[in-house]
């Protein structure tokens, strides 16, 4: 082995043993923009053997692809920049913060000519080395456009939401996280943020026509080879650049039990979920107590062989709905036909592999 390839060996360990030295368990929303940096990453070849098939992912797991992504030659200086803002936004031992309330760890005001500086803004921060919680503001203006020369269509709609965000991981293994926002339509017409994917989602704002309200959280375990989930949260599952092959873009955030085993190079995911079935209308009633929405789960096995060549996953899933949750398909090892068959063929199933 030459000098330069040993050296090059070194900074990754270094880089690596620096990433666990803090607990970052803790899974990153959906939304956040560096999962469109990471998708421009992978399609130049520059992530190794991850792959962005299974979101959202972990602030160890981001890191670890980043790390990767900062060693790679044909990267360019721009990107190399967003790289190191985003591990200074994530690496735990590396943040550099201003905050709004002062901790034993962290007490550089906000309030300073640092509101102005490239530090990263909390409401409150505190680390050590087996401990990380942070409050975090959040914001965005959307402003949504509609053309359509066909019909002549056109339009707008101007967004503002404003939330926090408390999230956290204890010991490198057990992380947390539970976000809420609230936006309101400051222009336009309502119509045209429903052609939007987000906001066609959220009850509120489509069927009573006030202000826009989301949330999500999670409770998340991670130990070697093992992790587990608890939660409600936006994600994306299966290959596919625009929309994706077993849960796309067009879910919306949903209520789900994870169990994971991770490995070199194959992992398992066994997933059940409570989903929203449709609505059986009184009275035309779409919300309130009038209504009655049938119960509705599905449950999914994932197997996962990946490496430099990408990732081939075959998978096994099942939707069954109008009962309590079935202690058959909460079984993390089962085959879901066979156990449909034996339940009376009253449930949807479905098996394949991208």
């Not at 200086?77 to 591990?87: H, P, V």
């Not at 690496?91 to 201003?98: C, F, L, P, Q």
């Not at 429903?194 to 999670?218: A, M, Q, R, V």
């Not at 070199?264 to 059986?280: E, R, T």
Request: charged content about 20%; proline content about 2%.
């Amino acid at each position: 082995m030459n000098t330069k390839m040993m050296y090059r060996l070194i900074i990754i360990a270094i880089l690596l043993c620096s990433i666990k030295a803090y607990a970052q368990v803790e899974h990153i929303t959906i939304a956040h923009p560096v999962y469109t940096f990471l998708q421009k990453l992978e399609n130049q070849n520059a992530i190794g053997k991850y792959n962005l098939n299974d979101l959202p992912l972990s602030k160890s797991r981001i890191l670890e692809i980043l790390s990767i992504a900062k060693e790679y030659s044909n990267i360019s200086a721009n990107d190399r920049d967003l790289i190191e803002e985003y591990m200074n936004e994530f690496d735990n031992h590396r943040v550099e913060a201003t905050i709004l309330i002062p901790s034993k760890t962290d007490s550089l005001s906000i309030l300073s000519s640092e509101i102005y500086g490239n530090k990263q803004k909390y409401l409150y921060l505190y680390k050590d080395s087996s401990y990380f919680t942070a409050l975090k503001p959040l914001g965005s203006l959307d402003i949504i456009t509609l053309s359509n020369k066909e019909s002549d269509k056109t339009g707008y709609s101007i967004i503002g939401n404003l939330g926090v965000r408390f999230s956290g991981s204890i010991d490198d293994f057990f992380g947390y996280s539970v976000q809420a926002t609230n936006g309101v339509l400051f222009g336009g017409e309502r119509k045209v943020a429903s052609y939007d994917n987000h906001y066609s989602k959220n009850i509120k704002f489509i069927y009573y026509k006030d202000d826009i309200d989301f949330t999500e959280s999670h409770l998340r375990f991670s130990k070697d080879w093992f992790n587990a989930s608890l939660g409600r949260e936006y994600r994306l599952i299966g290959a596919g650049y625009f929309n994706r092959f077993i849960v796309s873009d067009n879910s919306p955030s949903f209520d789900a039990i994870t169990l994971g085993a991770e490995f070199s190079n194959f992992k398992y995911q066994f997933m059940h979920a409570s989903l929203l079935g449709f609505v059986n209308k009184v009275g035309g009633w779409e919300t309130g107590f009038h209504i009655s929405i049938p119960s509705k789960y599905m449950a999914m096995h994932r197997f996962s062989i990946n490496g430099e060549w990408g990732e081939l996953s075959l998978f096994e899933q099942i939707i069954y709905s109008d009962r309590q949750m079935d202690l058959a398909y909460l079984n993390p090892i089962s085959f879901f036909k066979s156990l449909e068959h034996s339940l009376r063929d009253r449930d949807n199933a479905g098996i394949g592999f991208d």
